[in-house]
């Protein structure tokens, strides 16, 4: 059974920080990419950023860029999102996803072509 398992989040002031985690388990976690991805009250979801099988290429949207950080540890089967400089902006629930290939990670930012996905982490940045 296909599990990606969310948590980290909660709420925080503007500008602190928090650490997102995401554990897979059911299939074997090194042969995909993992995204994250983002949806706000009202909003559609919308791609945060992606890590490849190795972790060798990450990519991010550019509300992320130099503020978001993605990482993952494969002898753990878990990916990290770690998220800087928070803004009321970024409140939202986190999503993290899994999509099979060897690319690039900058070939993983369209919602459509994940496999498999977790059920989500709120996080809400107060002002």
């Known amino acids: 059974q296909v599990q990606l398992v969310e948590s980290g989040g909660g709420l925080v002031q503007a500008g602190g920080s928090l650490r997102l985690f995401c554990a897979a388990s059911g299939f074997t976690f090194i042969n995909y990419a993992m995204g994250w991805f983002r949806q706000a009250p009202g909003k559609e979801r919308e791609f945060v950023g992606a890590?490849?099988?190795?972790?060798?290429?990450?990519y991010y949207a550019d509300s992320a860029k130099g503020r978001f950080a993605i990482s993952r540890d494969n002898a753990k089967n878990t990916v990290y999102l770690q998220l800087n400089s928070l803004e009321p902006g970024d409140t939202a629930v986190y999503y993290c996803?899994?999509?099979?290939?060897?690319?690039?990670?900058?070939?993983?930012?369209?919602?459509?072509?994940?496999?498999?996905w977790g059920q989500g982490t709120q996080v809400t940045v107060s002002s």
């Open positions: 890590i490849s099988w190795s972790g060798g290429s990450t």
């Open positions: 996803a899994a999509r099979r290939g060897y690319s690039s990670a900058s070939r993983y930012y369209t919602i459509n072509e994940y496999d498999y």
